[in-house]
């Protein structure tokens, strides 16, 4: 007989350590947003910004004013050169990363200033163009023109904010949209501002 007093073998244990599986969120770009609308909007503007040039070439200095041409060719310098510098810095938000180009936000340049120096620039470029030839049908061409520049800035707006999320969100609230001037003064306040702050925490320790 088996001796029923015999330790009985306690079940076996795994002690293996225990696999955790952990997911990692993975950004998704969103797709591209170029419905049929914003192809129109972008069609009629193109339209519009060569009607506007051709226009101010065949009423160059229709006011015989000598001062506006000066001031008209001096933003339309300013402008250009706003341009191309916001043009340079929206290179930089475009990333390749494992052969995949991808958007990231990018704060430098003129982008410091303003929310918006493309628009800017083509702001001041249609400015110029009416004081180079200020006649009524470029005056009506151009606010057209500026309407729906306005109209694009908040659309970009939206987009930047469901790719961005907060970091845009807290970008608005520092960073003027088309304002060069007040842009610049709250770029130096700002600095000033943390300066000070440097400042008491050496005086501090």
């Not at 969120?25 to 009607?51: C, F, M, S, W």
């Not at 706003?82 to 052969?99: A, F, G, M, P």
């Not at 930047?160 to 842009?183: E, M, S, W």
Request: glycine share 4%; with cysteine.
């Amino acid at each position: 007989m088996e001796n029923l007093n015999q330790k009985q073998t306690p079940p076996l244990r795994n002690n293996s350590p225990e696999i955790k599986v952990q997911t990692t969120h993975r950004e998704i770009d969103l797709p591209n947003e170029k419905n049929v609308g914003h192809l129109i909007g972008h069609i009629v503007y193109i339209a519009l910004y060569t009607l506007l040039i051709v226009f101010s070439i065949l009423f160059y200095n229709s006011a015989n004013l000598l001062a506006l041409i000066y001031v008209g060719w001096i933003t339309l310098v300013f402008g250009i050169i706003i341009l191309l510098s916001s043009s340079q810095s929206r290179k930089k938000s475009r990333v390749t990363e494992n052969e995949v180009s991808k958007e990231i936000f990018v704060e430098s340049g003129l982008y410091v200033f303003v929310r918006h120096p493309e628009f800017l620039g083509h702001i001041l470029i249609i400015f110029s163009l009416i004081l180079i030839a200020p006649h009524l049908i470029n005056l009506v061409i151009g606010a057209i023109l500026t309407l729906l520049l306005c109209l694009a800035m908040i659309e970009e707006e939206k987009r930047n904010i469901r790719k961005f999320g907060n970091a845009y969100r807290d970008y608005i609230q520092r960073v003027p949209r088309i304002n060069l001037l007040a842009g610049m003064v709250r770029r130096m306040c700002n600095k000033k501002s943390i300066k000070g702050i440097k400042n008491n925490n050496k005086i501090k320790k």
